[in-house]
């Protein structure tokens, strides 16, 4: 397996060095499947044409069926020293066949190969990424569904703001993830085409069948420029892309996990099988599987730059540089599956401390703006309510007191619209349960809104 395909152009073997540099081996031969799938469409497709006997197309389709569950099983190991894994297999193939193996790279160049490879790959990962997401949202509507009723404070600028439920709270992150599952398959749509059959560059001479291999591995159709075919990588940087909003959005999530976590907060407890002591500090439990994950949501991000950067400059068509693809793509989706995989069952056995939310939530007058719609439904105008209002808050923190307990002779003295019913108005469940619009945090709405993404999924 070391004389190079191209020996016979060439007057020196390449340098240790270049073979070294040059090979992806180690980062593609984990599309050895999707490779072997594209081959024998191709075998077939050749062999259904004429352009190769009959005979010989079935004999490849027959070896390359055996050197498939030779590498599952472990009988055939992938050799680190070639230059890629169509290289790789090609040559097993070439060595187990003879003549008959070397008609199969008839009317194909490694070129629309690998652009095939990677879309056949993507599509398997990113089926795989949306049904994570799907169990994540699942979690999520039952844990919603356990507290759309338990009050906590909703905050503006980290700041107390209104109250609103738990559930309301869960939810919002279901819309996000609900969006990344719409954007995963923009992608998958988008990617599902075939590129083989473009050739180096500019297609084939031979009567090839496009159709027939895009049917046979399952595509809408076959991409319809040979030029674009292969020097397309919109859809590793599309995919890479949507990774990364999914990451944004768990890095999000997970910020607010290591906040609700710490004694500050109290709002919830890790389980101990997904939480990490300290070396030295034996009080520590510390949330690193949050962090980690807000962490790799960096390099995620860093994935999508370098594909982007690496494809800017690219003149027409395929140029080497192109090899960086796997890498980063590949990273992309590792690690966003590892993320959710830790963090989905980490999220399903934490502790919600509801007291905590409850406590935290009457304090800060976050029931401010429920006193001065209580003055407009009485007929104020709202600035003038919002005024009064916020001399009442001044008045409370004077005395040290809150809305609730303030008297109601404080109350009349700063508009005669005031009267006992107040304290219902302004009792938190009151203010939680009759925010009934659309989207909003009551328990009637949080309901709905599970509904709507039970629905959806
Ligand atoms: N290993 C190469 C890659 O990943 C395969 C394509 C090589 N084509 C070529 N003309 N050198 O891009």
């Not at 060595?95 to 190969?113: C, F, I, M, P, V």
Request: glycine share 6%; with cysteine.
């Amino acid at each position: 397996m070391s004389e190079k395909m191209w020996a016979g152009r060439f007057t020196k073997e390449a340098d240790a060095t270049v073979n070294a540099f040059n090979s992806s081996i180690s980062f593609d031969s984990r599309m050895y499947r999707q490779d072997i799938k594209g081959s024998i469409a191709h075998a077939t497709m050749l062999g259904e044409t004429g352009i190769i006997p009959p005979a010989d197309s079935k004999a490849i389709v027959a070896e390359l069926t055996n050197i498939l569950s030779d590498l599952e099983s472990g009988k055939l190991e992938i050799d680190p020293t070639a230059e890629d894994i169509h290289m790789f297999i090609e040559a097993v193939l070439t060595d187990r066949l003879g003549e008959t193996g070397k008609r199969l790279h008839t009317a194909r160049s490694r070129n629309d190969q690998v652009a095939l490879d990677i879309r056949l790959y993507l599509r398997d990962e990113t089926a795989e990424i949306k049904s994570l997401l799907q169990k994540l949202m699942t979690v999520l509507c039952d844990t919603a569904e356990q507290h759309a009723d338990t009050i906590m404070p909703g905050y503006t600028h980290l700041q107390r703001a209104q109250p609103i439920t738990f559930g309301h709270h869960l939810m919002a992150y279901a819309q996000m993830f609900l969006r990344d599952m719409t954007r995963l398959d923009d992608a998958a749509r988008r990617m599902n085409q075939s590129p083989l059959g473009s050739g180096a560059l500019a297609g084939t001479t031979y009567p090839i069948d496009r159709e027939l291999t895009s049917k046979l591995l399952g595509f809408d159709r076959p991409t319809a420029n040979s030029l674009d075919g292969v020097s397309d990588r919109d859809f590793c940087i599309e995919l890479a892309s949507a990774i990364a909003i999914i990451m944004t959005h768990l890095s999000r999530f997970s910020e607010e996990m290591i906040l609700w976590c710490s004694w500050e907060f109290k709002f919830i407890e890790l389980d101990d099988a997904f939480a990490t002591g300290s070396s030295i500090m034996p009080q520590k439990k510390n949330p690193d599987i949050a962090e980690l994950v807000r962490g790799k949501c960096g390099r995620v991000i860093g994935d999508t730059m370098t594909l982007l950067t690496m494809m800017k400059g690219l003149p027409l068509a395929y140029n080497k540089d192109m090899q960086e693809d796997k890498e980063a793509i590949f990273d992309a989706i590792d690690n966003v599956k590892l993320c959710l995989t830790t963090f989905i069952p980490m999220l399903e056995t934490m502790t919600v401390y509801k007291d905590n939310m409850r406590n935290a939530a009457a304090k800060g007058f976050i029931n401010a703006t429920d006193c001065a719609d209580y003055l407009v439904k009485k007929g104020m105008a709202f600035r003038d309510a919002y005024k009064i209002t916020g001399g009442l808050v001044a008045l409370c923190i004077e005395k040290n007191t809150d809305l609730e307990h303030l008297p109601i002779e404080d109350y009349k003295e700063r508009s005669a619209l005031f009267d006992n019913d107040i304290y219902t108005a302004i009792n938190l469940e009151t203010c939680v349960n009759n925010r009934l619009s659309q989207g909003g945090p009551s328990p009637e709405s949080v309901k709905a809104q599970i509904k709507q993404v039970r629905e959806t999924l």
